[in-house]
């Protein structure tokens, strides 16, 4: 009954009371009642009792000894009451009507509960569903004789009564058919009452005319056709096909056409290797000539475009159909073999899709399909990551359809091994979603299954998952034998006809479609591959798709040098941006910490000198703001940073509300968004990745709580964030901001890993910086929107830098006549150029305990150059500096173990530039830290002991 959990129902009708008031007694004082009763009460589960004390409390008050007291005096039944609602005057007959409309009530919730657990959902018929005692009538006390006893279970599954028999048939169709719903474990009312109205009385059956029918069918031919070709055509090639999973298709199909009738314009697909070429070419629409010419060794890209490309089944698409008249975008998400790693990506790019439009209420107009392998699905931790977002403020998408095709099997694993709970899709639990089981062979119960997951996403607008059931008909791949390790699964699937097949057989005995009309869209299938086929050799891709659209004017690659790019505004810009920064409505109240110190960063703007870290990245994102562009700031504790420098948004110390200076600079300026993220980093920086991948116009930055937490997003960093532009074309302008420097706080807390990014470097695919003052960060973020390409910038951001007296700009140098310095050459020089013994080469944080000690030691003939971006490796900049030390020793200092940092990646480097120049120095000596297993020490003694060292030895103390 919609809206009322099922319990609630017995306390309708003229049992009401009387069954309320004996529950009551039983609760205070168990003998005080009649024993049948004390014993139904005494066998219900704790959930029921809490169902029925709910259900009771509406209209009961707490007696003072703890019992209830009734709300009215219960009154006889109206005269000619209905079966099930016996006469109030007459206890037993009372008792008996309400404990047969109870024992139902119990029955239908168990089956609503668990009618799952019998539901015919495996193909192969395998895996025969265990009959489960709570959904036999007899457990809830009906025995035979009773199951043609007309009941009273007030309009629940319909009916005002019914006999048991019949309460169990449509139970049965409902919930133990091809379809089995898991759904109870959700909290909102509303959600559960909805599922329950839309599957009760198995509505699929009869649910398609023939036009629906043969579309399903051409769907499944499509599909199934698409596999035996490319099967016949390249044998032993991988392509990792859908057989077996076919209805997969019409899934995905029935999903994009209803979202699409409901709203949505643009959809966004992420999935795996399994199947992917089928969706691409018969969803996503890739033509299947371009298709034929990638198997056969052709590139996906223009050979002007550079590039080192991809293997097919890795690669993606987009396209425009019409759909019910209007235009609807799709696109399949480019992913590597790392399974479920795109699914962040994904939904971070609809994110930026909805916000883009300005659907950031409803966010009903872009929304994202997830196609997953069970295995995959239950064993790789991103899937949670990527849903546990989904209702969080800086992350929630309008919920995302996820579409398991469920073979049964990992590589060689089954689900026995592979996962803990009962189903592969029990982690979507955690997030309250609704799981919808089908049995993969029957394609209308798949289709009705899937619409009725896309109706629920737009509905309410949260996850929801679809579990198809099907096999896996080769091994992993196709050359793979699978009955090495599952003989008796491949033993029975080699039995097994088509999905497809055996569809079209049924639609030809029911009249539906004749075998002859089926044949022939079969046979015009094939006709168009054979076509495409021959077309192939023919072949060359024409233009390359991904500058086009929001990207349109950007130029790829960004080969060029270290050019200047028009960084620096006006002081008066600068003002403006600062004055905003230091300014509160008057009844807020502010820390008075915090007002401290936007006090001092109000001084130095006005004064023009001591601008620091924070107020130097401030300026960046305020400026970027009153010039368009908005700003996404994403990560752990964000807001005020995690060493209290930010304080991006401000929250009142007595009502809790929060204000955000860098949205009140003016009137017409762009929005900046700064959220604290889930403690997570593998799925929240694959979101702020995806998100870059949208949106070319906004600043997009994802930072780490401390530098090498970024570890447990490898993942996102090699394979998408090092190489997606190279291998699909794809750029982003994401920033990660990772705090780095040796402060004697630990291994963790010390290294970003700075060499590992320094490894991934290449053919310009990102830039690698780690800055030592707030002018040159200011510029390094601007310069990511207004270089005409976009590409990845690593930060190794400071942590005692952050409030360092040393590290601070003037006004000057984020204002005119100012840009990024890849280089920043001596700027204390003691003794002439031709004097100086030794250069130390070095960057970031170390810097500045060298300055100090050649201050402190009087030491005047050191110069200490700083390398400010490390790759691309300033070929350009670095030599004029180098020049005029002709007669000193050349050597690079790091605080990180020799092993570490970026002295391997650059030793080479440096040593080009000084054989270039034929001075003394012909190769850099390295003075640091001993190579280590571990980043750091953890004990602050020695930590100290070893910076001491190592500045000394690079000054030759």
């Known amino acids: 009954m919609a809206g009322v959990d099922i319990l609630a129902s017995a306390m309708n009708g003229a049992n009401a009371a009387y069954l309320a008031d004996t529950y009551a007694r039983w609760v205070e004082k168990p003998d005080s009642v009649d024993p049948s009763f004390a014993e139904l009460f005494a066998a219900l589960n704790d959930d029921a009792r809490a169902v029925l004390t709910d259900a009771m409390g509406a209209s009961w008050a707490p007696r003072p000894r703890g019992g209830f007291a009734p709300a009215e005096e219960a009154r006889p039944a109206p005269k000619g009451a209905k079966p099930g609602e016996a006469r109030a005057t007459d206890p037993e007959a009372v008792r008996k009507a309400a404990l047969d409309s109870l024992r139902a009530l119990m029955l239908i919730r168990s089956y609503r509960v668990r009618g799952h657990l019998e539901a015919q959902l495996d193909p192969l018929g395998l895996q ?225 899709r909805q916000d883009m439009s300005g659907d950031t209420i409803e966010r009903s107009t872009v929304m994202a399909i997830l196609l997953h392998g069970d295995a995959a699905f239950a064993g790789q931790g991103v899937v949670y990551e990527t849903m546990a977002m989904s209702q969080l403020v800086g992350y929630r998408t309008g919920g995302t359809v996820h579409i398991v095709t469920n073979n049964q099997i990992g590589f060689t694993t089954v689900p026995v091994h592979a996962y803990s709970g009962l189903y592969c899709t029990d982690i979507a639990k955690s997030v309250q979603a609704p799981i919808i089981h089908v049995n993969g062979d029957d394609p209308e119960a798949v289709v009705w299954a899937a619409r009725l997951c896309a109706e629920f996403r737009m509905r309410f607008r949260a996850d929801v998952v679809l579990d198809i059931v099907c096999y896996r008909r080769h091994g992993h791949n196709e050359s793979d034998e699978p009955a090495f390790t599952q003989p008796n699964m491949y033993s029975r699937i080699r039995q097994m006809r088509t999905t497809r097949t055996l569809y079209a057989e049924r639609l030809a005995t029911e009249g539906s479609i004749p075998a002859e009309e089926a044949q022939a869209i079969q046979d015009a299938f094939n006709a168009t591959l054979e076509e495409a086929f021959g077309a ?282 100012s840009a990024f310095r890849h280089v920043i050459p001596e700027v204390d020089a003691l003794v002439p150029e031709a004097q100086v013994r030794r250069v130390v080469l070095c960057t970031g944080k170390v810097y500045y305990d060298l300055l100090q000690e050649r201050r402190d030691k009087g030491v005047n003939d050191v110069a200490i150059i700083r390398v400010e971006q490390l790759y691309p490796f300033p070929v350009k900049s670095l030599p004029p500096v180098l020049a005029p030390y002709r007669n000193a020793e050349v050597v690079w200092c790091q605080e990180e173990p020799e092993n570490m940092g970026a002295w391997h990646f650059l030793d080479r480097k440096i040593e080009k530039v000084l054989v270039g120049l034929g001075g003394k120095a012909q190769r850099p000596v390295y003075l640091g830290r001993e190579a280590a297993a571990s980043p750091a020490t953890g004990l602050a003694k020695v930590h100290q002991g070893e910076q001491d060292a190592l500045v000394k030895q690079a000054l030759g103390l």
Request: glycine residues 10%; contains cysteine; hydrophobic residues 40%.
């Open 128 to 352: 025969q569903p265990a009959p489960h005692p709570e959904l036999s009538p007899a457990f809830w006390g009906f025995e035979e004789g009773d199951l043609d006893r007309r009941v009273f279970i007030d309009n629940v599954l319909g009916l005002e009564t019914a006999t048991v028999r019949e309460i169990m048939e449509r139970l049965r169709a409902t919930y133990c058919g091809p379809i089995g719903a898991e759904f109870m474990h959700i909290q909102d009312p509303g959600q559960k009452s909805w599922i329950q109205q839309k599957l009760e009385g198995a509505p699929w059956t009869g649910a398609f005319d023939k036009d629906s029918k043969r579309k399903i069918l051409k769907e499944l031919t499509e599909a199934e056709g698409w596999e035996a070709f490319c099967a016949k055509k390249y044998v032993g090639t991988k392509r990792f096909g859908l057989e077996g999973g076919e209805s997969t298709i019409p899934a995905v199909q029935a999903v994009i056409e209803t979202t699409a009738g409901l709203g949505v314009s643009e959809i966004a697909i992420g999935m795996a290797h399994r199947g992917r070429l089928n969706m691409l070419v018969n969803v996503v629409k890739k033509p299947y000539v371009q298709v034929f010419s990638e198997f056969k060794g052709g590139s996906f890209k223009p050979d002007d475009v550079q590039g080192s490309g991809d293997v097919k089944y890795h690669l993606g698409t987009s396209t425009d159909v019409e759909i019910a008249g209007r235009m609807v975008h799709l696109s399949l998400q480019p992913n590597p073999s790392h399974l479920e790693a795109v699914d962040p990506v994904v939904v971070g790019k609809v994110r930026a």
């Open 536 to 817: 192939a050799n023919a072949f060359k891709p024409n233009k390359a798709d991904w500058l086009e659209g929001h990207w349109a004017g950007l130029q790829p690659k960004g080969g060029e040098g270290e050019l200047d790019h028009a960084t620096a505004l006006p002081l008066d810009t600068l003002r403006e941006v600062g004055a905003a920064l230091s300014r509160v409505p008057e009844d807020f109240n502010v820390n008075p910490k915090i007002a401290r110190q936007m006090e001092a960063k109000k001084q130095a703007i006005e004064g023009g000198e001591g601008i620091d870290w924070a107020t130097g990245e401030a300026l960046a994102f305020g400026t970027l703001l009153l010039e368009g562009h908005r700003v996404r700031l994403s990560g752990e504790d964000v807001q005020r940073g995690t060493f209290s420098h930010r304080h991006a948004v401000l929250v009142d110390q007595r009502t809790q509300r929060e204000y955000t200076p860098m949205n009140q600079i003016r009137e017409g300026q762009a929005k900046f968004e700064a959220f604290n993220s889930l403690l997570s980093e593998f799925g929240v920086l694959g979101f702020d990745y995806g998100y870059s991948l949208a949106d070319p116009n906004t600043l997009v930055l994802w930072e780490a709580q401390f530098g090498d937490f970024a570890n447990g997003a490898q993942v996102i960093i090699d394979q998408f964030i090092a190489s997606a532009e190279t291998k699909w074309l794809r750029m982003s302008g994401l920033v990660m901001l990772l705090p780095h420097g040796y402060e004697g706080q630990g291994p963790e807390h010390s290294s970003a890993r700075l060499e590992r990014y320094l490894q991934l470097c290449a053919e310009r695919n990102m830039r690698v910086c780690n800055f030592t003052t707030p002018a040159n960060y200011f510029h390094a973020l601007r310069r990511q929107l207004k270089a005409n390409y976009r590409k990845p910038l690593v930060v190794m951001t400071p942590k005692s830098l952050l409030r360092h007296k040393l590290a601070v700009s003037s006004l000057a140098e984020f204002g005119p006549g």
